[in-house]
C-alpha cells in the first residue's frame, strides 16, 4: 500500500513539474535550487543531480527493527542551449 502511495505522489510531482520543461534555463535553476549536487554532459546534453532531502523508513522484520535511508533526487536534463528537456524524480 505504501509503494503504491510513493507512485502516485511521484506521478502527481512530476505532473505538477512538467511546467518547467522547455521554459527553464539551467542558470536559472542553478538561482533558484542552489548548485546541482552532480553534474555531468551526455551527448552534448548537460544532466544535474540535485539531492532534495531523504526518507528514512523502519521495518520490524523478525522482531528487529531495520531502517532503509532513500535519497530524494530531482535530475533535469538541460540542451546544449541550456534550456530544460527533461526532468525525473528519484
Not at 12 to 37: F, H, I, N, Q, R
Not at 46 to 62: C, E, P
Not at 66 to 78: A, C, E, L, M, Y
Request: glycine share 6%; with cysteine; proline share 2%.
Amino acid at each position: 500500500m505504501s509503494r503504491l502511495i510513493i507512485v502516485l505522489c511521484s506521478i502527481l510531482l512530476a505532473a505538477c513539474a512538467t511546467s518547467e520543461v522547455g521554459t527553464l534555463t539551467y542558470d536559472k535553476a542553478v538561482a533558484k535550487y542552489g548548485p546541482p549536487d552532480k553534474e555531468t554532459v551526455v551527448s552534448g546534453r548537460r544532466v544535474s543531480v540535485w539531492n532534495v532531502g531523504s526518507t528514512t523508513r523502519k521495518t520490524r522484520f523478525l522482531n528487529e527493527d531495520i531502517f532503509d535511508t532513500r535519497h530524494n533526487q530531482v535530475i533535469r536534463t538541460f540542451d546544449a542551449a541550456g534550456l530544460l528537456v527533461e526532468q525525473s524524480f528519484r
